[in-house]
């Protein structure tokens, strides 16, 4: 990997648009961009960081590369959501490196639980969750249609 990379917190005056293209960019791969991902994606500000939750990008050089959001559920329960990699970096552990850094913040921040919605065509993604402990739980009812597993990791 390179020398200058940085996961940085979110700032919508230049970070807007590269949170919105990352994130279309793999949902149009694999699925479609459904309402509640336009809601969220088109708002982060309003929809993720005003109710209390928190977007990171992962610039190399300067760059935006990838990105991740925590949002808030309840008092010490996020949901980690919207992680994407520029799809030319994917397979090259910058993933791992999102998620050791969300980790360290959620502990950092004393919270007692992360939740997630994946899909199980999402192989690589899914295996990265359970080998950071991640595991799996009745599924509830999930904010879009293509999510068809739960995952959780109980931190405190």
Not at 40 to 65: A, D, H, R
């Amino acid at each position: 990997m390179q020398n200058d990379l940085n996961i940085i917190p979110f700032d919508p005056s230049c970070h807007a648009t590269p949170f919105r293209v990352l994130n279309e960019a793999w949902l149009t791969h694999y699925f479609q961009i459904e309402d509640y991902d336009r809601e969220v994606l088109g708002n982060p500000q309003q929809k993720i960081i005003e109710p209390g939750g928190y977007i990171f990008m992962m610039t190399l050089n300067q760059e935006v590369m990838g990105t991740f959001a925590f949002l808030k559920e309840d008092e010490g329960v996020y949901e980690f959501n919207k992680m994407a990699i520029r799809e030319d970096l994917r397979g090259m552990g910058y993933g791992t490196q999102l998620l050791q850094f969300a980790l360290r913040f959620a502990d950092q921040h004393h919270w007692k639980k992360l939740f997630l919605f994946s899909n199980r065509k999402l192989e690589n993604s899914i295996y990265l969750y359970r080998k950071f402990g991640f595991e799996e739980v009745s599924l509830g009812k999930a904010p879009y249609s293509r999510g068809n597993i739960k995952m959780e990791l109980l931190l405190h």
